[in-house]
């Protein structure tokens, strides 16, 4: 009864397999064994089998994978670079327009330490002020005097110097009234609030 597996299949009539020659790995010869006729199967790698042949030129659209991604890869990082190089120039005008606009204004102010009467005006959605005498309120109302901008500050300057500033920049003209233009409510431009 301690017949082996082997035995009891023999007994039941299956025949013995030849055992098989080992088959050669590619890419290593095999020291005196020949090498058998057959074509080894080709491994797939993403590529139906049997398109092109080494060394034949390949179509139009059969583009591989790595080379898409290094395309797309390179276009990003011209981009990129291209943004940059926009930003850093838009910065450079902006400073130089600053520095000419601090040129301009510097000194030209006549802001007045004694100056008691708020002026109200709209800049950037929210209501700001400015101080001014007396003398000063009716020639600012009547366009004579502007206010303009400068690195946060608000100053008190001539007509003339108000409209160079704008045409260096044109944000840091803040207010500069026309007596002649209509009025766009019932409140009066001189109205002290």
Not at 10 to 26: D, S, Y
Not at 104 to 111: D, E, R, S, T
Not at 141 to 166: D, K, M, S, W
Request: hydrophobic share 30%; charged share 30%.
């Amino acid at each position: 009864m301690s017949d082996s597996l082997r035995d009891q299949l023999l007994k039941a009539g299956f025949k013995p397999v030849p055992k098989a020659e080992a088959k050669p790995r590619p890419g290593k010869p095999q020291s005196g064994k020949p090498q058998s006729g057959k074509p080894q199967p080709q491994k797939k790698h993403g590529k139906p089998q049997g398109q092109g042949k080494p060394g034949a030129p390949r179509e139009k659209g059969d583009i591989d994978l790595a080379k898409a991604y290094a395309i797309r890869g390179q276009q990003e990082r011209d981009a990129k670079l291209r943004e940059q190089r926009e930003a850093e120039q838009r910065a450079k005008e902006k400073r130089e327009r600053r520095q000419k606009l601090a040129t301009l204004l510097n000194g030209v102010g006549q802001n007045a330490a004694d100056a008691d009467i708020p002026r109200h005006f709209p800049h950037h959605n929210k209501i700001r002020r400015i101080y001014v005498t007396g003398e000063q309120l009716p020639r600012l109302n009547g366009g004579e005097l502007a206010v303009a901008q400068l690195a946060g500050r608000y100053l008190l300057v001539t007509r003339e110097i108000a409209l160079a500033a704008q045409a260096i920049d044109p944000e840091s003209l803040v207010l500069l009234c026309d007596p002649h233009a209509p009025a766009e409510d019932d409140v009066p431009a001189d109205l002290v609030w």
